[in-house]
């Protein structure tokens, strides 16, 4: 790409030379694996300058989230605002698609594929405007902070709550797409959390920039969000630092291939919540109406092909293979230029499709295991339900699967069957989404099972603690054992709002 990459954008390594944050780093716990790497690199001075420097990044954002943990909602919510009035501002849109263009020639120059330029690309107005129209929609959402969801009385004036907080420092590791930047500040700081981000390599001089703005748009009116709040690292290097830092971060979310998940779960002690690929389904049943199936189809493979939420395997339903609808979905994909891999036992079976769409090809078993990331559908019959969601349990990556059926029962076996983060009835893949689920912007899609799954909004950013209010009480007053005193343990009606700031 020409432009040598930083450990951190220039910004945030001016602040680095904090003395308190110095002396926090030498007490920070690295793992075996940062260990390792630092001692093997001890003899390069500037790798060294970025551990340290990554390492004091990370104290940072520790001291940013522990101040963020009283951070009142109004001021949770003046930051959100200011953001979205700084990347609002003509001088930093200008700037932004400047650095995004940068971006861009080195894309085409590096021959990356349509797919992943549409991705990088901030130029369209639409694109940039509902960017920062979440922002503002985040901000107008309700506090996620302090909600009170348990509350019961053990004894007279003893009263336990439980009640949600932020999780603290979060990583979050993503692919070239820039307006993720803006998407997860906005989420992370909507629900008091302090993030690092390490966005694709493809989008550094939009991320860089995007990050800078967003920091110094944190102003002393936020209260107690400061502008450590949001804070980028550029390198896999700063990667393997953070890695190590079980003690600044409570949580790594790895968002782009199965690959790096892995990668990052063999590599740390840090919780990690994985946002994998969309090894995707779409299952036609027997019954159904035959031009939404077509439709859902195409939405799902071809509205973004290289997205995790796009469909990548087609199965149908075995008794549609002998009748007039199996030729007509497969030339309505063909014309909406999909490739299509059809089981070579169906295509034997039926030479009609190859006479009739020249362009299909013959499915290898390793396309029902793949990714395509393109206008390309693995096709294959099934001959039953059951069979769809065996396949699906095998093959698929457990992210986003989908039916189209007119049977209420058939649906309800599969949405119970599919062991997915998502499956929907009679809708495309693509609706996988946190946008169009209603959250205002997306961390990601988790694949994970805990702690949270799917779309992953501020909710997925929240965990709890358990307030106890008592008045001198003490456990040895309720003895052990026969004979002990009992607790009353009776259901307090929940004001779930009573501890918000
Ligand atoms: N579930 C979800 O929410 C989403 C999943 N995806 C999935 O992401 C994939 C496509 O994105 P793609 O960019 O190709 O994904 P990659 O996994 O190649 O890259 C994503 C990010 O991870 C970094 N990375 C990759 N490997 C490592 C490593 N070993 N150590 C440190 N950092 C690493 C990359 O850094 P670098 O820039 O240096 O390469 C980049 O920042 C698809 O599989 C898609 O389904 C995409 C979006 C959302
Ligand atoms: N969830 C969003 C983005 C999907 C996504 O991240 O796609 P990509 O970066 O192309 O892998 C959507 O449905 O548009």
């Not at 009640?163 to 998407?183: D, H, K, M, Q, T």
């Not at 700063?238 to 979310?253: F, S």
């Not at 109406?289 to 149908?316: H, M, V, Y």
């Not at 299509?340 to 290898?364: K, Y």
């Amino acid at each position: 790409m020409g432009t040598k990459r930083k450990a951190m954008s220039s910004d945030n390594g001016k602040k680095m030379q904090s003395d308190n944050g110095k002396k926090m780093q030498k007490k920070s716990e690295t793992s075996k694996t940062t260990k390792t790497k630092h001692k093997q690199s001890s003899d390069n001075n500037g790798t060294d300058n970025e551990f340290k420097l990554v390492g004091a990044l990370a104290v940072r954002a520790r001291e940013a989230s522990l101040k963020m943990q009283t951070a009142s909602a109004q001021h949770r919510n003046a930051a959100l605002v200011r953001i979205h009035t700084a990347l609002s501002r003509n001088e930093n849109r200008a700037a932004i698609i400047e650095a995004n263009k940068l971006d861009l020639d080195a894309a085409v120059q590096n021959n990356l594929s349509p797919q992943l330029i549409k991705r990088l690309d901030l130029s369209s107005k639409d694109k940039f405007d509902s960017m920062i129209q979440g922002v503002k929609d985040i901000a107008d959402m309700p506090d996620p902070v302090g909600r009170n969801d348990l509350a019961t009385k053990l004894d007279d004036d003893l009263e336990l709550f439980r009640v949600s907080c932020p999780i603290g420092v979060i990583l979050i590791i993503f692919e070239a797409r820039p307006e993720v930047v803006v998407n997860i500040a906005a989420l992370t700081i909507k629900s008091g959390n302090a993030v690092i981000l390490k966005g694709g390599k493809e989008a550094q001089h939009s991320n860089a920039i995007l990050a800078k703005i967003i920091s110094d748009a944190i102003s002393d009116d936020c209260g107690n969000v400061g502008k450590d709040a949001v804070l980028l690292v550029e390198s896999r290097t700063a990667i393997d630092v953070l890695l190590g830092m079980d003690k600044q971060i409570d949580l790594v979310i790895p968002r782009g291939s199965n690959q790096l998940v892995r990668h990052v779960q063999g590599n740390t002690r840090i919780p990690v919540l994985g946002h994998a690929d969309g090894i995707c389904t779409t299952y036609l049943d027997e019954t159904l109406d035959e031009e939404k199936a077509i439709r859902i189809i195409i939405d799902a493979k071809t509205t973004a092909p290289s997205a995790c939420n796009s469909t990548e395997t087609l199965l149908i339903h075995k008794f549609h293979l002998e009748t007039p609808f199996f030729i007509t979905l497969l030339t309505r994909l063909a014309v909406a230029n999909i490739s299509l891999r059809i089981d070579p036992e169906i295509i034997s079976a039926f030479p009609v499709i190859t006479a009739t769409i020249p362009t299909v090809t013959a499915a290898t078993p390793e396309d029902f295991d793949t990714e395509f990331l393109d206008t390309i559908l693995a096709v294959r019959a099934v001959a039953s339900v059951d069979d769809a969601i065996s396949h699906i349990n095998l093959h698929g990556s457990h992210h986003t699967d989908a039916i189209v059926t007119a049977s209420q029962d058939a649906a309800d076996t599969f949405l119970r069957g599919v062991d997915s983060a998502d499956v929907f009835w009679n809708a495309s893949t693509r609706f996988a989404d946190g946008f169009r689920f209603g959250f205002g912007a997306e961390i990601g899609v988790s694949t994970n099972k805990t702690h949270a799954r799917g779309p992953v909004g501020v909710e997925g950013l929240m965990i709890y603690k358990y307030r106890l209010h008592g008045n001198g009480h003490c456990t040895a007053d309720y003895g052990e054992g026969v004979g002990r005193k009992s607790y009353k343990h009776d259901a307090l009606d929940i004001d779930s709002k009573r501890f918000q700031l």
